[in-house]
């Protein structure tokens, strides 16, 4: 099965830093996870100085990469993954990686 990588890095609405970390460990970190070919998931801090406060790395198994991501982009504003006002949505940036070698 192939390995990937999902890193997102963003941000919280100014002043809201509490409700973006429990929407973001609460519900947005499981309902990433509840995706088939998520595996697993971390989350970090900056602790310097930085365009993006948060990051949050996401382990991906999949034959079917396209399906995943199909799903991925299908999910977020529903049901099965709704977004938080706390989230600052305009800088957050995603992208899926895959090993060097």
Same mark, same amino acid.
């Given at each position: 099965?192939?390995?990937?990588?999902?890193?997102?890095?963003?941000?919280?609405?100014?002043?809201?830093?509490?409700?973006?970390?429990?929407?973001?460990?609460?519900?947005?970190? $499981?309902?990433?996870?509840?995706? =088939?070919?998520?595996? @697993?998931? &971390?989350?970090?801090?900056? #602790?310097?100085?930085?365009?993006?406060?948060?990051?949050?790395?996401?382990?991906?198994?999949?034959?079917?990469?396209?399906?995943?991501?199909?799903?991925?982009?299908?999910? $977020?504003?529903?049901?099965?993954? =709704?977004?938080?006002? @706390?989230? &600052?949505?305009?800088?957050? #940036?995603?992208?899926?990686?895959?090993?060097?070698?």
């Amino acid at each position: 099965m192939a390995r990937y990588k999902l890193v997102a890095f963003s941000n919280a609405v100014e002043g809201h830093d509490a409700e973006y970390n429990e929407w973001y460990d609460g519900q947005h970190m $499981p309902d990433v996870l509840a995706i =088939p070919g998520f595996v @697993s998931a &971390e989350r970090f801090v900056c #602790v310097g100085d930085g365009p993006h406060r948060y990051l949050a790395i996401y382990e991906i198994e999949t034959d079917d990469l396209e399906g995943l991501l199909a799903e991925f982009s299908r999910r $977020p504003g529903t049901d099965l993954m =709704p977004i938080s006002t @706390s989230l &600052e949505f305009a800088s957050a #940036v995603v992208g899926f990686w895959k090993p060097a070698a």
